[in-house]
């Protein structure tokens, strides 16, 4: 019945597709999303009329999506070059991150030639997908040593990047604006061209800290150890752990600049109602976003200095103040302890643009009950998260058991495990794990290995539980039975249903 009328709307003309309406949706949307993470000496935006080299393959093939089963087919795209006025090209590195001592010296000479250097670059596909984790926080070595070579030359060095997740920036420092765009869409080169000429201001924030390198993240050291990931830091994610252990990444959760100026005051609490006024302080329109964390009393049970509690983006014209409210309920000063519950005594609220930036607080008193810390917690990693790095120990005492790392020995195989996890202990799933492979990478070639969609079927495949091909392959039952007969050196499955 409901896509009978649906149909019928459709056939009288009730939802009509506006493609050009769909695309421009998508442009505002890529601008709204994008973050200025540096500007120095108010590098951007260009002046029209700016002669400015642009450099890099993803300034003709950007990334504008994800990999995987989140690839769509665009009706209409636009890159960077298409939409940009400049008077010199140079790839440099190519969309894949590659990049020869030739690509880099022409590069280079274009730069030179130039007023401002825009340079496009990001993960290639290959690096991040679903279905497989990233090896790296790194950009492509290609990447780095093109960016470092045009900024010894142009002071004027822009950077865009284009990813799904932070990176590593070595040359932050070196270069005096980046740009980063995200995943942007099929508008992203419209978008592009919109903020750095200063059509658009800048209003995106971060949705994550980006650390200076993937080591600074507490649980680097044990997330890759084996299949079975381990999430030692627990509730010390992100800004969670940077604020409390003091100690920053290079840019914040909630962090982005903007091409105009805001001045945040008035902060007052009346119960659980907190209202705080913002005025645009700059020449041009622009948005910032209020963001209000919430610190516990001091002692007890350990939780994180800091928690994001509320937070409202508003676009202000010119010398306009707006008020911005946020209403706060029990839970945003619960922990979990069995259950939720509100430890009683004085928090203190703060706002701000970032969660390094709080410039306004106030204390609101909440009633509540005594939680103790348990006795694993004095001297633990989670009582100090700036002293050195969770351990495994400390972590077990924390959850309360020991962890058992899921490595079963052949003999030991169920319709759990997966072809490869099998392979380093059986030769017949070694066989059949190689076979996946082959199979899967007819007519991907040598380098089927940088196929992001080679590299998830065989993470879906190879990487998945014989009961998922089950499921997703329509492998026979008894086929599965008999691989896991095999694997087991034909000894009698546990569990094999």
């Given amino acids: 019945e409901r896509f009978a009328r649906r149909a019928a709307e459709a056939a009288a003309g009730a939802h009509v597709f506006d493609a050009a309406a769909h695309h421009a949706l998508a442009r505002r949307a890529a601008i709204e999303g994008a973050v200025l993470l540096r500007n120095e000496n108010r590098a951007l935006p260009l002046a029209e009329g700016t002669r400015a080299a642009v450099i890099g393959g993803m300034a003709r093939d950007m990334r504008y999506q994800g990999s995987g089963s989140s690839r769509i087919n665009p009706l209409r795209l636009s890159q960077p070059i298409d939409c940009l006025p400049c008077s010199l090209y140079a790839e440099g590195v190519g969309a894949d991150g590659r990049a020869s001592p030739e690509s880099i010296h022409a590069a280079v000479a274009a730069a030179r030639e130039s007023e401002a250097a825009i340079i496009f670059a990001g993960l290639p596909a290959s690096c991040e997908s679903e279905g497989f984790d990233r090896e790296s926080m790194r950009l492509p070595a290609g990447v780095n040593r093109l960016i470092d070579a045009v900024a010894r030359v142009n002071a004027r060095t822009i950077v865009v990047i284009f990813s799904g997740s932070p990176v590593e920036c070595p040359w932050a420092d070196r270069v005096q604006a980046i740009l980063y765009m995200g995943l942007p869409g099929e508008a992203g080169g419209e978008a592009v061209r919109e903020l750095l000429y200063g059509r ?22 044990s997330f890759a150890r084996s299949r079975d990931a381990l999430y030692t830091e627990g509730l010390y994610v992100g800004y969670r752990c940077y604020t409390t252990a003091g100690r920053g990444p290079r840019w914040p959760f909630g962090y982005g600049l903007s091409y105009t100026s805001f001045a945040l005051d008035g902060l007052r609490a009346e119960g659980r109602r907190v209202r705080v006024r913002v005025m645009n302080t700059g020449a041009i329109a622009g948005s910032e976003t209020l963001q ?34 946020f209403e706060l309920s029990g839970r945003d000063f619960a922990l979990w302890d ?9 928090y203190t609220v703060f706002v701000g643009t970032s969660s390094e930036n709080l410039p306004l607080s106030t204390k609101i008193y909440v009633d509540g009950e005594d939680i103790p810390a348990p006795e694993w917690q004095d001297g633990s990693w989670y009582a100090n998260p700036g002293a050195g790095r969770p351990s495994t120990a400390g972590f077990e005492a924390m959850l309360g058991r020991r962890h058992e790392q899921a490595e079963p020995a052949r003999g030991e195989f169920t319709m759990h495990h997966s072809p490869e996890q ?15 492979r082959l199979a899967l990478g007819i007519g991907y070639g040598r380098d089927r ?13 190879a990487g998945a539980p014989l009961r998922a091909l089950q499921i997703n392959g329509r492998v026979p039952p008894v086929l599965l039975r008999f691989m896991l007969r095999m694997a087991n050196g034909r000894k009698k499955a546990r569990g094999r249903h």
């Fill in 200 to 221: 658009a201001c800048p209003g995106g924030r971060l949705a994550e800290s980006w650390p200076r390198y993937y080591e600074d993240c507490p649980a680097s050291a």
């Fill in 292 to 325: 209000l964390y919430v610190a516990p009393p001091a002692g007890g049970i350990h939780r994180p200095a800091l928690e994001l509690r509320g937070f409202q983006k508003l676009h202000l014209a010119p010398g306009e103040s707006a008020e911005a409210l």
């Fill in 338 to 346: 069995g259950g939720w519950k509100i430890q009683r005594g004085e």
């Fill in 449 to 461: 290995d940088k196929s992001p969609e080679y590299r998830m079927m065989v993470s879906t495949s």
């Fill in 422 to 436: 099998m392979s380093a202990h059986s030769r017949f799933m070694r066989l059949v794990d190689r076979g996946i």
